[in-house]
């Protein structure tokens, strides 16, 4: 039972009566039944891929945690070119839905460096991100149906196929980003888009992240949606990767402070994509927003320049402790942040390393920090607020879970906490599922004596 309760770093452990994993989605209402009826709770469990230790039991013995894995329910029901539409169980690895949607010539654009492992059932409940926020949009904007089993056990079939459904309320829109507090997702649809019929991907050299920043809009205004990924990567976790990945070398001659992997991509068959690149690089370079850049000639090399930006977490990990933060602030403050938030934190605890990476282009990054575990709350408490203070989320995209769960009172508005516990408790009226997680029930008053919302 070790894997499924711990989560893959060994940040949380927990303990679990039973692992079940149900086959289908009237086994998942069975287990739900069964498991309620004892009592019990239930912590759903995709590829156990998360980063906050939301899939992972709690370890209170006097509370009864079920882990229910969903990774048998593992077939793509349907792939639809004329809707446009995957419909794949919780349970398919991110992978094989990409693969599913691609033999039907399709693009399934959820893209993240866990897609080996993590599961629609995870994605969907972390509303995941990844590298092409920036052109299509998180699982939510990919979203077009769900099917959900609630606490009472009974099947939400809410798997609809419509672009346009003005007929209420979004009730999927509550289940996804959940982080199984809400239900049990079994199935999901998502939209698919055209395949890319020519890619090009550019290893950027920019001497700071205002310039970066320049850089992305420079991009989108000449080269529009033809840009699907902007990644920001600074010089220490080049280091880090090269140091410790074998066979990764530096896609650059020259050594800069920041780096950017941005990748381009068109439908179009016949698109001249790499040379529109090029002309819109020269004019980068005029405006001294890229020192250095390296176009990839072949897959071979694509796959060589992605493989330094997904390894920085491998790197990091192999490094030592870190204290990470997955944040977002408005685009045009990302600079003030990457200039603000090292200083704060070299001031708080002298001996950190801070690092920087990430999704950018959304306002994204990976603030990260190498050191000693026993000084993670004191350079927390120092990020999250300067976060706060320029407009910012404690969490872009990988969630609360157990990681956050104490920290979000402290920032997030009264009314909205007072929101989602009326709506937890509404759903899920006895606290079936997932203790502990996400918002905090402790203190809150019992549903029947709830404010109604
Ligand atoms: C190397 C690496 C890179 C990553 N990069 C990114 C990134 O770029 N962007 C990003 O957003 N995330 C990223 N992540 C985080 C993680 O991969 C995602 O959050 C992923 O979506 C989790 O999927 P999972 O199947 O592993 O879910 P799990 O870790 O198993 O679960 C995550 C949460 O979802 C709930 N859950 C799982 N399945 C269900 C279900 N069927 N019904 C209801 N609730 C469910 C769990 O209870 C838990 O709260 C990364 C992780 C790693 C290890």
């Given at each position: 039972?070790a894997?499924y309760?711990?989560?893959w ?7 679990a009566?039973c692992v079940i994993?149900p086959?289908?989605v009237d086994g ?7 498991i309620a ?8 469990q ?10 992972v039991?709690?370890?209170d013995?006097a ?19 004329l809707d446009?539409v995957l419909?794949?169980?919780a349970?398919?690895i991110?992978?094989n839905?990409?693969?599913a949607a691609r033999?039907?010539?399709r ?5 993240l460096?866990?897609?080996g492992?993590a ?8 509303n995941?991100?990844?590298i ?5 949009g ?7 149906g769900l099917e959900v089993?609630?606490a ?5 079939n809410?798997l609809?196929r419509?672009?346009k459904d003005?007929t209420?309320y979004?009730?999927?829109q ?7 507090t809400?239900g049990?997702?079994t199935a999901?649809?998502?939209r698919l888009s ?5 890619q ?5 050299a920019?001497p700071?992240p205002e310039?970066a ?6 991009l ?7 840009l699907?990924a902007?990644e920001l990567i ?5 280091e880090?990767v090269l140091g410790s990945i074998?066979e990764t070398?530096?896609p ?6 920041w780096y ?9 068959k016949?698109?001249?994509?790499k040379?529109?690149?090029?002309q819109?690089?020269?004019t980068a370079f005029e405006?001294?927003?890229v ?15 992605w493989?330094i930006?997904?390894e920085i ?16 602030v408005?685009v045009s403050?990302m600079?003030d942040?990457?200039?603000?938030a090292?200083a704060?934190?070299l001031?708080a ?5 801070p690092?920087?990476?990430?999704h950018v282009?959304d306002g994204n990054?990976?603030?990260?920090v190498?050191?000693p575990?026993?000084t993670?709350?004191r350079?927390?408490?120092?990020v999250?607020?300067?976060?706060a203070?320029l407009?910012?989320?404690i969490s872009?995209?990988?969630g609360?879970?157990r ?5 979000l009172?402290?920032y ?6 007072s929101?989602?516990?009326?709506l ?6 006895t606290?079936?599922?997932n203790p502990?997680?996400?918002?905090s029930?402790q203190g809150?008053?019992?549903?029947g ?5």
């Amino acid at each position: 039972m070790a894997p499924y309760v711990a989560d893959w770093r060994g940040r949380y452990r927990g303990t679990a009566a039973c692992v079940i994993e149900p086959a289908d989605v009237d086994g998942v209402a069975r287990a739900v039944r069964v498991i309620a009826a004892r009592g019990g709770r239930i912590v759903p469990q995709g590829g156990n891929t998360g980063m906050v230790g939301g899939g992972v039991p709690g370890s209170d013995p006097a509370v009864m945690e079920v882990v229910l894995s969903l990774r048998r329910m593992n077939r793509v029901r349907d792939v639809d070119v004329l809707d446009n539409v995957l419909v794949a169980e919780a349970g398919v690895i991110l992978k094989n839905a990409q693969h599913a949607a691609r033999e039907a010539g399709r693009l399934l654009p959820i893209s993240l460096a866990a897609e080996g492992s993590a599961q629609v059932g995870g994605v969907v409940s972390t509303n995941a991100g990844g590298i092409n926020v920036l052109r299509y949009g998180c699982a939510r904007d990919l979203l077009l149906g769900l099917e959900v089993v609630l606490a009472d056990g009974s099947i939400w079939n809410g798997l609809r196929r419509l672009r346009k459904d003005n007929t209420g309320y979004d009730l999927k829109q509550l289940f996804i980003g959940a982080e199984g507090t809400l239900g049990v997702i079994t199935a999901a649809a998502f939209r698919l888009s055209p395949l890319p019929q020519a890619q090009a991907s550019a290893f950027l050299a920019v001497p700071s992240p205002e310039a970066a920043v320049r850089l992305l809009r420079h991009l989108q205004s000449e080269l529009g949606d033809c840009l699907s990924a902007f990644e920001l990567i600074e010089r220490v976790c080049m280091e880090l990767v090269l140091g410790s990945i074998s066979e990764t070398q530096s896609p650059l001659h020259s050594t800069s402070p920041w780096y950017v992997l941005a990748e381009f991509s068109t439908p179009m068959k016949g698109l001249a994509i790499k040379e529109m690149v090029e002309q819109c690089l020269t004019t980068a370079f005029e405006l001294d927003l890229v020192s250095d850049a390296t176009l990839a000639q072949n897959e071979t090399q694509r796959a060589k320049l992605w493989r330094i930006r997904e390894e920085i977490t491998e790197a990091e990990r192999r490094h030592g402790p870190s204290v990470k933060h997955d944040i977002s602030v408005p685009v045009s403050r990302m600079a003030d942040f990457l200039a603000a938030a090292p200083a704060a934190v070299l001031a708080a605890v002298p001996e950190a390393r801070p690092l920087a990476f990430g999704h950018v282009g959304d306002g994204n990054v990976h603030f990260n920090v190498l050191a000693p575990e026993a000084t993670a709350d004191r350079i927390s408490a120092v990020v999250y607020d300067l976060v706060a203070k320029l407009g910012g989320s404690i969490s872009a995209e990988h969630g609360i879970g157990r990681s956050k769960v104490a920290l979000l009172p402290r920032y997030k508005d009264d009314l909205s906490l007072s929101l989602m516990r009326r709506l937890r408790a509404t759903l899920d009226p006895t606290g079936l599922f997932n203790p502990g997680k996400l918002v905090s029930m402790q203190g809150a008053a019992a549903p029947g004596d709830m404010e109604p919302i």
